[in-house]
């Protein structure tokens, strides 16, 4: 089994003192960052097809997801580059009713990296959560906030809604998630949509350069 493979397998067991140290390993071993993170991804969605299957339970899920924390802890200083430039604050959260937080993470790191200052108001974020961070914070320049479930993507429309309509201005909202498509972004009015975290960082760039 090549290290990868290892990698994905044991972030599907949940076995969160193996992982950091497989990651570590492939990491030696001239794996790119992205792809022992894609890797653990993948494990992610095997985690995910078998809970829908009925074959693992929540706590399984919750073991995975602690176990690919711990990988993402190892490859945090290896993905994220040095930030150039000061491009303005960005307020981050996952939004109402949803406690997935590793993409959110994820995004918050790249996001940070390309030079914007993260404020993370971490998950389950009601809308007036997020307007009280863009008053309480300076230069605002950025909203991003990610949502994980069909079920919560009702909380997005309503965040992205509220900000819209909060008569503060001077930042941009962006939106991503699994079950977020462009579509709905731009049907909830979201200034930008984008499908991962390092796509999330290049999008934050554009659409704040624009303001
Ligand atoms: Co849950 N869960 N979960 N879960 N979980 C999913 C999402 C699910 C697809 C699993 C499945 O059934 N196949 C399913 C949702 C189905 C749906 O709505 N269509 C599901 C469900 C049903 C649930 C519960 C309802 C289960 C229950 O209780 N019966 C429950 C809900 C709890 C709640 O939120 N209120 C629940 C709970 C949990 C745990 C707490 C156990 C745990 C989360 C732990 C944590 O995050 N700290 C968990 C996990 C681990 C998963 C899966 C297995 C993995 C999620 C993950 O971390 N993926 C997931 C299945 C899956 O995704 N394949 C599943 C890895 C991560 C890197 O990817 O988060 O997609 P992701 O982030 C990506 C992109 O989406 C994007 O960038 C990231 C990659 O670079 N992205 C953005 C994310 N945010 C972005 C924001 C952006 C831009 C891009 O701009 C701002």
């Given at each position: 089994m090549s290290k990868l493979e290892e990698v994905k397998t044991?972030?599907?067991?949940?076995?969160?003192?193996?992982?950091?140290?497989?990651?570590?390993?492939?990491?030696?071993?001239?794996?790119?960052?992205?792809?022992?993170?894609?890797?653990?991804?993948?494990?992610?969605?095997?985690?995910?097809?078998?809970?829908?299957?009925?074959?693992?339970?929540?706590?399984?899920m919750l073991i995975a997801a602690k176990a690919m924390k711990k990988g993402v802890e190892v490859?945090?200083?290896?993905?994220?580059?040095?930030?150039?430039?000061?491009?303005?604050?960005?307020?981050?959260?996952?939004?109402?009713?949803?406690?997935?937080?590793?993409?959110?993470?994820?995004?918050?790191?790249?996001?940070?990296?390309t030079g914007f200052t993260m404020v993370d108001l971490g998950v389950d974020v009601p809308s007036s959560r997020f307007i009280d961070a863009i008053k309480e914070?300076?230069?605002?320049?950025?909203?991003?906030c990610s949502g994980l479930l069909t079920t919560t993507m009702q909380a997005m429309r309503e965040t992205v809604k509220t900000l819209k309509n909060s008569g503060l201005t001077g930042?941009?909202?962006?939106v991503g998630g699994a079950p977020i498509t462009p579509g709905f972004a731009a049907e909830i009015g979201a200034d930008?949509?984008?499908?991962?975290?390092?796509?999330?960082?290049?999008?934050?760039?554009?659409?704040?350069?624009?303001?």
């Open positions: 044991q972030v599907i067991a949940g076995k969160t003192k193996l992982v950091p140290g497989l990651v570590q390993e492939a990491l030696d071993g001239g794996s790119s960052p992205n792809e022992i993170l894609q890797s653990m991804i993948d494990g992610m969605k095997v985690v995910g097809d078998r809970f829908s299957a009925g074959e693992i339970f929540v706590p399984e490859l945090e200083p290896h993905l994220a580059g040095e930030a150039a430039a000061s491009l303005g604050t960005c307020i981050i959260g996952t939004v109402k009713g949803d406690l997935h937080d590793i993409g959110k993470n994820l995004v918050s790191l790249m996001i940070g990296s914070n300076e230069n605002v320049k950025l909203v991003a930042f941009k909202v962006i930008a949509y984008a499908p991962d975290a390092g796509a999330a960082a290049e999008k934050a760039k554009e659409i704040v350069a624009a303001i």
